[in-house]
């Protein structure tokens, strides 16, 4: 009777996007697993360390950080949990990411351009003369020149 611990242990769970849970007790690739389920991908659910807090509560909430997509040719182990998650969300997902990354980039070249600004014109004030200066000198030097004594 205690056998059915371990061998529960020794499984691999598949959650579906509805709910189901399918427990697997030998290893699979991902391909089939795909297969058997057209318009999902297979992730793998990487759980958050729990902390001490949480552990008091008796809520037994599964909680994860990332889910890592696998390819095809992934074959899923014994002890992990996978999930089963619908191709329009891995779309949306990376969409999400596009944007965010289009976004950040944006964000830096205007920090970039605005430093770029700044020092422009703090460069007259830092010794150098401006075009202005320069022709406004010329100016006095050539009008002195031509000044009867």
């Known amino acids: 009777m205690g056998n059915c611990q371990a061998i529960d242990a020794a499984a691999l769970v598949i959650q579906h996007p509805c709910g189901r849970i399918e427990r697997l007790y030998w290893p699979i ?3 089939e697993v795909m297969r058997m389920n057209p318009g999902h991908y297979v992730s793998l659910i990487i759980p958050l360390p729990v ?3 949480e552990n008091k509560d008796q809520n037994h909430t599964v909680r ?5 997509l696998l390819r095809p040719s992934d074959t899923l182990a014994l002890g992990h949990a996978y999930r089963l998650i619908t191709s329009q969300e891995v ?3 990376l969409r999400a990411k596009k944007y965010a990354k289009t976004k950040r980039q944006q964000l830096e070249s205007n920090k970039k351009l ?4 700044e020092k422009q014109s703090s460069a007259p004030e830092s010794g ?5 200066e320069n022709t ?4 006095l030097t050539h009008c002195a020149l031509q000044l009867p004594s």
């Not at 605005?114 to 600004?117: A, D, E, L």
């Not at 406004?136 to 100016?139: E, M, W």
Request: with cysteine.
């Open 29 to 31: 690739p991902a391909s």
């Open 51 to 53: 902390s001490e807090e």
């Open 64 to 68: 994860f950080t990332r889910v890592k």
């Open 91 to 93: 779309m949306k997902v």
């Open 114 to 117: 605005q430093h770029g600004q």
């Open 128 to 132: 150098r003369k401006s075009d202005t």
């Open 136 to 139: 406004y000198q010329v100016c």
